[in-house]
């Protein structure tokens, strides 16, 4: 259930509450008599942080929010504790909650309320509305003095970004192929003001795309090259950012097929395009004047007869000839082109995201993104404090041109694999071949879909690079 949050200035005498404090003498009279009161207190000894009360006719919960120094993990705590109460809310059956701000304290109960409405996020398209496993919270007010209306607007802009980011990313591939991928941003686009244009395989292969058709070519599904764009008319940056995000809506490895377990979940292949969409559509919908672009090469990765196979030499859209070593590899091939492609915009700085290397997640597992950039100190370090801001944390890997020599080919200018060491970084040093300008590369192949839940951040599509995205950019602002 997809919920917002609404800011309240009454509170109902039937109404259940949370009440958010940091220690006991905060709790405000009228909700608790003193024996509750002296419960709490013990409660609250033995290390107990939520303390609920069935009052029968509705329900009183008592918060303590964290006393934690260090305000990402602070925040990243309170995220999680409204995950565990939206939790209890739904195996009571409740339907309704006011989150009463007793501290006045606007970051740590705004992220409370992220991480209770990121937490109830479920994905119902293929569920009977009579599944009991659906969600019963539909209604979170926020009653506070101080967190003003258009802070709620910012942070609702953001949900449900996030949780279209996540649908998109949970929808099957006989759903969601390339062609459908585009109309779902087409219509993003309608909904924010966003301009969305969308190459066909003619207009592909008039640009010499050559990464993106070599892929397609197992498909019986054409691609698609997206390119969606908020300029809105007084923009502060003087050159565009520029958002680049894979698009392979299912990867079968094509020739090098996937085997075992490791092809369940290649319907989120596409994370990194349902990012991009989502976080330019939040930057749209919340009017920040700063002109960003996003590029989706999109396509899914199968095979037959005529997929292009191992050994194969492709010219991509720079001029560049790649030799094929692994058909699985084909991310890169298609984010190549993009990337490529992002020169006609003479961008300020390029972001891509991608679900691009296994060897990311045997690295740093799902608790982080690998990142690494190229002639942008400044503007990694502020991407790396958003990181913080919303812990999608960033782990910056080396960079150095030695990784190149594994990429060397004897029959092209490049190979798109390199040896079986350090590959989410030969990997990256891959699409640096095709850059000129400042760039940083993000591998989120650990924490963009999720096999079991993780707190606020669900099972399935997570949503990884949404709010990340959307915080560093408003902080352009």
């Known amino acids: 259930m997809k919920t917002l949050i609404k800011k309240t200035n009454s509170i109902a005498s039937n109404a259940n509450v949370v009440l958010l404090i940091k220690n006991t003498k905060s709790i405000p009279n009228g909700y608790l008599n003193a024996k509750e009161k002296k419960y709490v207190v013990t409660q609250h000894k033995q290390k107990k942080h939520l ?55 606007n970051d740590d109960t ?24 659906l969600n019963t919270l539909g209604e979170i007010k926020l009653f506070s003095s101080k967190i003003k209306k258009n802070q709620l607007d910012t942070l609702n802009i953001i949900l449900i970004s996030t949780c279209k980011c996540r649908d998109l990313i949970n929808e099957p591939v006989s759903f969601m192929t390339a062609k459908q991928l585009a109309s779902e941003v087409q219509s993003l686009g309608k909904d924010c003001g966003a301009k969305v244009e969308v190459m066909n395989k003619k207009k592909i292969e008039s640009l010499k795309m050559g990464g993106l058709l070599a892929v397609n070519k197992g498909s019986i599904d054409p691609p698609a090259f997206i390119i969606m764009e908020w300029k809105p008319e007084k923009y502060t940056n003087n050159k565009p950012y520029v958002f680049v995000g894979k698009g392979i ?84 091939m298609i984010l190549a082109d993009a990337l490529s492609y992002a020169k006609e915009f003479d961008p300020l700085l390029v972001i891509d995201l991608a679900t691009l290397t296994g060897s990311a997640v045997m690295a740093i597992g799902s608790k982080g993104i690998v990142a690494m950039s190229a002639k942008c100190i400044k503007q990694f370090k502020e991407l790396e404090k958003s990181g913080l801001n919303v812990y999608e944390r960033l782990v910056k890997f080396p960079f150095w041109d030695e990784y190149k020599e594994d990429l060397k080919s004897n029959i092209a200018d490049i190979k798109n694999l390199g040896g079986p060491e350090a590959g989410a970084i030969t990997a990256g040093k891959f699409l640096e ?45």
Not at 112 to 133: C, H, P, W
Not at 467 to 474: A, C, E, G, K, V
Request: charged content about 25%; hydrophobic content about 40%; overall charge neutral.
């Open 51 to 105: 303390i609920p009360f069935n009052r029968l006719d509705k329900w009183v919960f008592i918060q303590f929010l964290s006393d934690e120094k260090e305000a990402c993990k602070r925040l990243e705590e309170c995220r999680k504790a409204g995950n565990k109460l939206q939790e209890i809310l739904n195996e009571n059956k409740l339907k309704e909650i006011t989150i009463i701000d007793v501290e006045e304290n």
């Open 110 to 133: 705004i992220a409370f309320a992220e991480g209770m409405v990121l937490g109830n996020y479920q994905f119902l398209k293929y569920l009977k509305k009579t599944d009991e496993r």
């Open 249 to 332: 809506v299912y990867d079968t490895g094509g020739l090098n097929i996937k085997t075992g377990k490791y092809m369940e979940d290649m319907k989120s292949d596409m994370s990194g395009a349902a990012a991009v969409a989502a976080a330019v559509y939040a930057i749209s919908k919340a009017k920040l004047p700063i002109h960003v672009i996003g590029l989706i090469p999109a396509t899914d990765n199968r095979l037959n007869g005529n997929a292009y196979a191992s050994g194969d030499v492709i010219k991509m859209h720079n001029g560049s000839t790649v030799e094929v070593i692994n058909t699985d590899a084909e991310g890169r």
């Open 433 to 477: 071949h095709f850059t000129d300008y400042p760039y940083i590369h993000l591998d989120i192949a650990g924490p963009a879909f999720l096999n079991k839940k993780d707190s606020y951040r669900g099972q399935g599509g997570s949503g990884t690079g949404v709010r990340l995205l959307f915080d560093f950019i408003s902080r352009k602002v």
